[in-house]
């Protein structure tokens, strides 16, 4: 759709929700929703809790910008509910959100598209955690919830001792654990838009690693823009960027993380719904290539489709 024809929709913005992420996802949709009105479109800010279905009918929404993160938003069910009730939507589609949300099964296709990511194993709540911690000798790893995101329950694990305790933390909130090699360089991300790399971010946390606190907090993360790497490496991951983005089957904005040792870099995972608040990285990276953050959301609003 064009932009003058989504002027003329009611446009709901779906925000907050019900995962763990609920917060980042409330900042994020009022970030959206600010900058469409500020352009002249019709705006709803809808909380998306289980009433979704109902309310989305009630209100007779034309197309829904999804603001949500984490689970039941960024997984593939909201994509679900707009296909079944035929309201256009932002963003990648109902499987490349699931397959993107799953980081073991993202991890696979990686690997089937021959792109580099860090060697990894899985535990299950339902698998015995001391038999595995007796298998896990290879270290440093880092444990994960295989469908979270916002590096939530993350953490490096340097030792067996430390290992178990990180575990059950990961288990609070998947009953699936990624335990990944632990790959000692520099962090970069790659948004891509609508199939376009965007200008490359070097992820530089003060303490050392890109946990949530660092994500989130402004001051304790220092970004550099464009990623000071060598020319041909640069474009090498962006690249790179792009084939992860199209193995997975994403559309409209997402965002790719990378782990570079020298001249060697790994995919560490694709982000299919990217914050959009002061400190996220898709604006910045946006706003480098001079796309101003209303022009961004426009650009993401005219991607809205269904049958993805």
Do not use: W
Not at 121 to 134: A, I, M, P, S
């Amino acid at each position: 759709m064009t932009r003058d024809e989504l002027k003329k929709k009611r446009i709901a913005v779906l925000m907050g929700g019900l995962s763990a992420e609920r917060e980042i996802s409330l900042r994020t949709g009022k970030a959206v929703s600010e900058a469409l009105a500020h352009a002249g479109y019709s705006i709803e800010e809808l909380d998306a809790g289980r009433d979704l279905p109902e309310r989305l009918s009630a209100m007779d929404i034309d197309v829904a910008f999804i603001a949500l993160h984490g689970r039941f938003g960024e997984d593939g069910t909201v994509q679900g509910l707009l296909e079944i009730l035929r309201i256009p939507y932002t963003g990648s589609g109902v499987l490349a959100s699931s397959l993107a949300m799953d980081k073991v099964m993202a991890k696979k296709i990686f690997l089937h598209h021959q792109l580099p990511t860090p060697g990894f194993t899985t535990l299950r709540r339902t698998e015995d955690v001391e038999v595995f911690e007796k298998r896990c000798r290879h270290f440093p790893v880092v444990v994960k919830p295989a469908r979270e995101g916002s590096t939530i329950g993350i953490g490096i694990v340097r030792s067996t001792e430390a290992l178990r305790g990180l575990v059950e933390k990961a288990f609070r909130h998947d009953d699936l654990i990624l335990v990944e090699d632990f790959i000692e360089g520099v962090e970069v991300t790659v948004g891509v838009l609508n199939g376009e790399p965007l200008p490359m971010i070097q992820i530089v946390p003060r303490g050392g690693f890109y946990d949530y606190h660092a994500k989130y907090t402004a001051g304790e993360t220092e970004y550099v823009i464009p990623a000071p790497l060598e020319k041909d490496l640069y474009g090498e991951i962006q690249h790179n960027a792009v084939v992860a983005y199209e193995s997975l089957g994403c559309s409209g904005a997402a965002r790719v993380d990378f782990k570079v040792r020298g001249s060697e870099f790994f995919c560490l995972e694709v982000n299919t719904i990217p914050g959009m608040t002061a400190t996220s990285l898709l604006p910045k990276a946006a706003q480098h290539a001079g796309i101003p953050f209303v022009e961004l959301v426009e650009r993401i609003l005219e991607n809205a489709t269904l049958d993805k």
